[in-house]
């Protein structure tokens, strides 16, 4: 076997979340896309992911009982597992393990102790061992420890980390004090589903500015700066406002459309399993979190040819470039962004050349491109395991003892 022959056909894990977030939706659609390329994918989550699980996709899924239905809210992210919760998933796991050529998570936390639970328990026959970083698993929840391990500990057995901005390996490196930074492998998008529509007009603006929100309501993504920065565009030129996602935040949102009588022109979706065929209709995505390692609702815009306001932190300068894709403001200065979005929503021609940059620019990551990038690293761990002996693989990929400074922070 070489690096990235796909005609090998590998079996693979996934574990991920079961929530309504980035992470999850990656994790997902690498797994379909994998199984597009040949490739056996079995998907570990506590529950099916958001949305009705498709049995036709070829992914096999494993779940929890009871029947694999989610037990929280699918805006919620679930962090504090019990040690029951731990123990069955780790069970779970390990029963598929020893058939699987790769285990690979998406979100390390709790992820990266069940890895590590899985070489300890399965030595010689464990898989090798992936991770990828996606967020507030390191912005957040760097610190956190399970069963008596650190998450820089747990990161140390696995054979190679990723993630999804030089942003992001940059913080990664720092906060899990890795002595080189993660792989970077992008998100990616469907550029198939995500797409203006054939035959659309390139004048998109003759009717009243449609801007549009996307996410878990989550405090990470402040939603009460995103009601703020709508409200003085509404005043300023008119504008609805379409909310696709619901979350902890949504009630003090509602609550603040009301007390501004602004409720008339906004329009809630709730969590929607494919959003492509809402932001087509949309000509601007605000986006407003506190960080962001990457933003996939941005590039998921952009290949519908709809710019993207949002502020000039973590990933997101790397996937929207300023006045060319997209509107960067500094993340405190919520008057900066309002006029930066009225004085793009009131010239049409600029519009529409913002439009067409943005839909060229999410060209760029083709979900196909980011798959077989995946599929590269697989087949280069495997490859390089077989040569070096399966006891040295488990060094791959640059990972290390996290450094002292580290250690005691945690």
């Not at 492998?185 to 797409?195: A, H, R």
């Not at 996939?296 to 949002?310: F, H, R, S, T």
């Not at 490859?383 to 640059?398: A, K």
Request: charged share 20%.
């Amino acid at each position: 076997m070489v690096a990235g022959d796909v005609r090998t056909k590998l079996q693979i894990g996934i574990m991920c979340h079961d929530s309504f977030g980035g992470s999850v939706r990656v994790a997902t659609e690498l797994a379909y896309g994998l199984v597009e390329a040949g490739h056996a994918v079995h998907l570990f989550a506590r529950a099916a992911p958001f949305g009705q699980w498709d049995t036709r996709n070829g992914v096999i899924l494993h779940a929890l009982p009871p029947n694999g239905v989610a037990a929280s809210h699918p805006a919620k992210l679930h962090l504090d597992w019990s040690d029951q919760e731990f123990d069955d998933f780790l069970a779970m796991v390990i029963q598929a393990a020893p058939s699987l050529d790769v285990l690979h998570f998406h979100y390390a936390l709790p992820f990266a102790f069940i890895a590590e639970a899985v070489k300890q328990h399965l030595g010689h026959r464990c898989p090798v061992l992936i991770g990828t970083l996606h967020g507030t698993d390191v912005s957040l929840h760097s610190g956190r420890r399970m069963r008596g391990i650190t998450l820089p500990q747990a990161l140390c057995g696995l054979d190679a980390i990723t993630t999804v901005s030089e942003s992001h390996a940059a913080l990664s490196k720092e906060m899990f004090g890795l002595p080189e930074p993660p792989q970077i492998i992008g998100n990616f998008v469907d550029l198939e589903k995500f797409s203006r529509k054939k035959g659309e007009p390139t004048g998109r603006l003759n009717h009243t500015p449609r801007l549009v929100h996307i996410s878990n309501f989550r405090p990470v993504k402040q939603p009460e700066v995103m009601a703020e920065i709508y409200v003085e565009i509404h005043r300023r030129i008119g504008a609805e406002l379409w909310l696709i996602g619901n979350g902890p935040e949504m009630a003090r949102v509602q609550r603040y459309f009301r007390d501004h009588n602004i409720n008339g022109q906004v329009h809630y979706w709730d969590l929607q399993h494919d959003v492509s065929e809402l932001l087509v209709q949309t000509d601007l995505l605000i986006v407003t979190s506190k960080s962001e390692s990457f933003c996939l609702a941005a590039l998921e815009a952009m290949a519908c040819g709809v710019p993207v306001l949002a502020p000039r932190v973590g990933g997101l300068p790397e996937v929207v470039l300023d006045g060319d894709t997209g509107l960067l403001f500094d993340l405190h200065r919520r008057e900066q962004a309002v006029d930066l979005a009225v004085a793009l929503l009131t010239a049409p021609e600029r519009y529409d050349r913002m439009s067409e940059a943005a839909e060229r620019h999410a060209g760029g990551f083709d979900h196909r491109q980011g798959v077989g990038k995946y599929e590269a690293l697989y087949c280069n761990l495997i490859e390089s395991g077989r040569v070096n002996g399966s006891e040295s693989s488990r060094n791959l990929g640059s990972v290390a003892k996290p450094s002292q400074a580290v250690e005691k922070q945690t």
